[in-house]
Structure formats: structure tokens, C-alpha cells
């Protein structure tokens, strides 16, 4: 019989379950829930049975669990300090761990192996479109990538990126899980949003910065407006560094289509479910993306998805949405209307969503990550 392998003990950055939740939070949430899940039937090779995760925060003043670790500096003064060449280690407020996971573009300097997850490289090609802690931040992740740290990414596009990007082979793919979506009545719109009745609707949702691309679709739906009387578009997200751009392609739209253009600002998660259950379709053109939670949630939900070609987004959505060219309006005008107005098209995308699904699981995740946090420790002890 084979010897039983001691979980291996992983140090884990659970920062970005602290504050307002982002795509970051839900796959830091994703992930640590997986990585916890004992199995029900009791079988020593679960997940929970491989590993034992040490979960930190960098924070002086987060409100952790009893569970979590305090690495005692700000955040941003961490970020400051670790993209030194003298930045000392974090080994003393760790506990002994035989691996440090930054989940969230950095991680900090150690005696120990340290992988680091990457979601998409827009921050390091676009440094303009990012603020002045977001630039330390990838001095950071160069400087650990250069010292030998490892990277994780959610897609093979990503990983290609950053090979090219921090000249390093030391990447690796692994798709995440799901983001949850939870099953509300498609009638129970919220109260907090206003009427969307009468007629169907394209919904836009995320922050609105240039990496989503909210113009194109704006002049898209332009198009697609003196073509169906009733359809509209509807805009979800915070505002970002793309508010203006928008504004000018809304301008440029007739009296007619812009009154059917409805700008939401931010939602909740109960707005945000109701939209995505009740639009005619997902309208997802950004200029890039690392893996594309808004796909997964709307085919979660039976909705249709088009989307662009850039960065993972042919890679998550499968044969499961219609795909254009990030900059060409016509072409995604023309993938709108083949959904507003083809029950055949609708359904038959509906039905790919649902089957696409299929192919990302959280506890494959765990599963996978483990697998690599074993090998990256067993190169340094071997």
C-alpha cells in the first residue's frame, strides 16, 4: 500500500473576500470554498484530505475570522514595500506554510514556493487605463515572477500573455468553477429597479471601463434599433474610466433608439440575477477578458450570449454564443438582431449554455490547483 501524503499546507491570500465583492472576490470565494469541501462519503482523498489552507490578509484593520492570518502592513504600503529588491520576507506572520498563494496579483516575498494568480493582462498592456496601486502592483508581480514565483491563470489566452508579457514559461491553466447564481421567480423583479416592461431587452453588465467596450455595443444597438421597434439596451455596472466614450456614442444614436438605451449604474446581486434571467441575450463585447464570470451566470439562467472574439471569451463560452470581431459594430449588430428576433436561435443557444456548463466545476478546480501546489513543492524539495 502506498504511503498516505500529508496535506500540504498552503498559505492563501483571502484579501479579496474583504470589502464590496468582486469577479476577483467570487473566485477567491470559489476557490476557497473547494479547496475546504470535505467529501461526504469520507474518502481520504478529498480534497480537504490534500490540503490544509492558512488563509491571510494584508491589513491592519480588516475585520478577519479567528481563521485568518494578519500580515500587519496596508495593503498599499505592502505593495510599495514588496517591489523592492530588499523587501523582506513574510515567513514570520505565516505559519510554516510549504507554499504562499497570492490569489490576487501578488504575492509577497517568502522563503517558501510562491504561485500567484493572474486573470487577465489589460493592466500590464494598458497601464494608463489602470491607477498608480494597480502599476505597483504589476511591479510587483514582475518583480515576483523574475525571483522565480509561479503563475496560475484561468485560460489558455491569459497564460499565452503573460509568457510573452513577464518572459516566463513558469504559467499554468486552470479554468475556475461557476460564480453561484441564486434561483429567483423571473417574475420578482426587484423594486429597486425600474419598469423594463415592453419589449425585449440586451443587457451590458460590468463596470464600465474601456476594457469592456460599451461603445461598440452602444453603436451596435444603433444599428439594430432602425431594424426592431421595441428592443432595448440596458446598462449595468459603475461607472469607470470609459463613462465619457460612452456618453459620445450615445449622443451619436437618433432621438428614437437613445430613448431606449437605460443606464442603471451599479446593481446588486438580487438586480443583477433578475436582469441577466429576463434579458433576450447577454451582450458581452469586451476588448478582453481572463475568463468571463457574466458568460457562465447567463447560461446559468437559460440566457443566449454574444460576445467578441478577444481573450478568453471563445474559450469559455464554447459553441455556446455567436461571436464577433471586438471592434465591429455591423458584425454584432447583425448577432444581436439573429437572437432578438429567432426564437430557433434563442433556444438553441440556451441549450448550449446549459451544456457548456458542464465543463467547469469548482471541485475540478480545487483538484487541479492541488495537483500543481504538490508539484511546485515537491521541485523545490527535490
Given at each position: 500500500m502506498a504511503p498516505t501524503l500529508r496535506p500540504v499546507r498552503v498559505a492563501i491570500d483571502v484579501g479579496p473576500l474583504h470589502g464590496q465583492r468582486t469577479g476577483i472576490g467570487q473566485a477567491v470565494a470559489g476557490l476557497v470554498g473547494a479547496l475546504s469541501a470535505s467529501s461526504t462519503s469520507g474518502e481520504s482523498d478529498s480534497i480537504a484530505a490534500r490540503v490544509t489552507i492558512m488563509p491571510y490578509v494584508t491589513s491592519t484593520r480588516a475585520d478577519r475570522e479567528p481563521s485568518q492570518r494578519r500580515l500587519p502592513i496596508p495593503a498599499a504600503a505592502a505593495i510599495r514595500l514588496w517591489s523592492r529588491n530588499s523587501a523582506p520576507t513574510v515567513d514570520r506572520w505565516l505559519g510554516r506554510p510549504d507554499?504562499?498563494?497570492?490569489?490576487?496579483?501578488?504575492?509577497?516575498?517568502?522563503?517558501?514556493?510562491?504561485?500567484?494568480?493572474?486573470?487577465?493582462?489589460?493592466?500590464?498592456?494598458?497601464?494608463?487605463?489602470?491607477?498608480?496601486?494597480?502599476?505597483?502592483?504589476?511591479?510587483?508581480?514582475?518583480?515576483?515572477?523574475?525571483?522565480?514565483?509561479?503563475?496560475?491563470?484561468?485560460?489558455?489566452?491569459?497564460?499565452?500573455?503573460?509568457?510573452?508579457?513577464?518572459?516566463?514559461?513558469?504559467?499554468?491553466?486552470?479554468?475556475?468553477?461557476?460564480?453561484?447564481?441564486?434561483?429567483?421567480?423571473?417574475?420578482?423583479?426587484?423594486?429597486?429597479?425600474?419598469?423594463?416592461?415592453?419589449?425585449?431587452?440586451i443587457l451590458a453588465l460590468g463596470t464600465v471601463e474601456r476594457r469592456k467596450n460599451i461603445p461598440t455595443l452602444v453603436a451596435a444597438f444603433g444599428r439594430l434599433a432602425r431594424e426592431h421597434e421595441s428592443v432595448r439596451l440596458v446598462i449595468a455596472g459603475a461607472p469607470g474610466n470609459d463613462v465619457a466614450a460612452v456618453d459620445r456614442a450615445l449622443s451619436?444614436?437618433?432621438?428614437?433608439?437613445?430613448?431606449?438605451?437605460?443606464?442603471?449604474?451599479?446593481?446588486?446581486?438580487?438586480?443583477?440575477t433578475w436582469l441577466l434571467a429576463n434579458a433576450r441575450t447577454l451582450a458581452y463585447p469586451s476588448l478582453d477578458e481572463g475568463f468571463g464570470f457574466?458568460?457562465?451566470?447567463?447560461?446559468?439562467?437559460?440566457?443566449?450570449?454574444?460576445?467578441?472574439?478577444?481573450?478568453?471569451?471563445?474559450?469559455?463560452?464554447?459553441?455556446?454564443?455567436?461571436?464577433?470581431?471586438?471592434?465591429?459594430?455591423?458584425?454584432?449588430?447583425?448577432?444581436?438582431?439573429?437572437?432578438?428576433?429567432?426564437?430557433?436561435?434563442?433556444?438553441?443557444?440556451?441549450?448550449r449554455g446549459h451544456a457548456n456548463l458542464r465543463r467547469f466545476t469548482w471541485s475540478d478546480t480545487a483538484d487541479r490547483l492541488v495537483d500543481l501546489y504538490r508539484s511546485l513543492i515537491q521541485e523545490v524539495d527535490g
Amino acid at each position: 500500500m502506498a504511503p498516505t501524503l500529508r496535506p500540504v499546507r498552503v498559505a492563501i491570500d483571502v484579501g479579496p473576500l474583504h470589502g464590496q465583492r468582486t469577479g476577483i472576490g467570487q473566485a477567491v470565494a470559489g476557490l476557497v470554498g473547494a479547496l475546504s469541501a470535505s467529501s461526504t462519503s469520507g474518502e481520504s482523498d478529498s480534497i480537504a484530505a490534500r490540503v490544509t489552507i492558512m488563509p491571510y490578509v494584508t491589513s491592519t484593520r480588516a475585520d478577519r475570522e479567528p481563521s485568518q492570518r494578519r500580515l500587519p502592513i496596508p495593503a498599499a504600503a505592502a505593495i510599495r514595500l514588496w517591489s523592492r529588491n530588499s523587501a523582506p520576507t513574510v515567513d514570520r506572520w505565516l505559519g510554516r506554510p510549504d507554499l504562499v498563494h497570492g490569489t490576487n496579483y501578488v504575492v509577497p516575498p517568502t522563503r517558501c514556493p510562491r504561485l500567484v494568480s493572474v486573470y487577465d493582462c489589460w493592466f500590464l498592456e494598458h497601464p494608463r487605463d489602470v491607477d498608480a496601486n494597480v502599476r505597483r502592483a504589476a511591479a510587483v508581480l514582475r518583480r515576483s515572477v523574475a525571483d522565480g514565483a509561479h503563475v496560475v491563470t484561468s485560460s489558455t489566452s491569459t497564460t499565452s500573455r503573460v509568457r510573452e508579457l513577464l518572459a516566463t514559461d513558469r504559467v499554468h491553466t486552470i479554468h475556475l468553477g461557476p460564480p453561484p447564481v441564486p434561483t429567483i421567480p423571473a417574475e420578482d423583479r426587484p423594486m429597486t429597479l425600474p419598469d423594463i416592461d415592453g419589449g425585449p431587452f440586451i443587457l451590458a453588465l460590468g463596470t464600465v471601463e474601456r476594457r469592456k467596450n460599451i461603445p461598440t455595443l452602444v453603436a451596435a444597438f444603433g444599428r439594430l434599433a432602425r431594424e426592431h421597434e421595441s428592443v432595448r439596451l440596458v446598462i449595468a455596472g459603475a461607472p469607470g474610466n470609459d463613462v465619457a466614450a460612452v456618453d459620445r456614442a450615445l449622443s451619436r444614436l437618433d432621438t428614437a433608439a437613445s430613448r431606449r438605451v437605460l443606464r442603471l449604474g451599479p446593481v446588486s446581486d438580487a438586480e443583477k440575477t433578475w436582469l441577466l434571467a429576463n434579458a433576450r441575450t447577454l451582450a458581452y463585447p469586451s476588448l478582453d477578458e481572463g475568463f468571463g464570470f457574466p458568460i457562465l451566470e447567463a447560461q446559468q439562467l437559460g440566457t443566449p450570449v454574444v460576445a467578441s472574439t478577444a481573450g478568453s471569451i471563445p474559450e469559455i463560452t464554447g459553441a455556446a454564443a455567436l461571436l464577433s470581431a471586438p471592434l465591429d459594430a455591423e458584425a454584432l449588430a447583425a448577432n444581436l438582431y439573429w437572437v432578438v428576433n429567432s426564437d430557433d436561435m434563442h433556444a438553441k443557444l440556451a441549450r448550449r449554455g446549459h451544456a457548456n456548463l458542464r465543463r467547469f466545476t469548482w471541485s475540478d478546480t480545487a483538484d487541479r490547483l492541488v495537483d500543481l501546489y504538490r508539484s511546485l513543492i515537491q521541485e523545490v524539495d527535490g
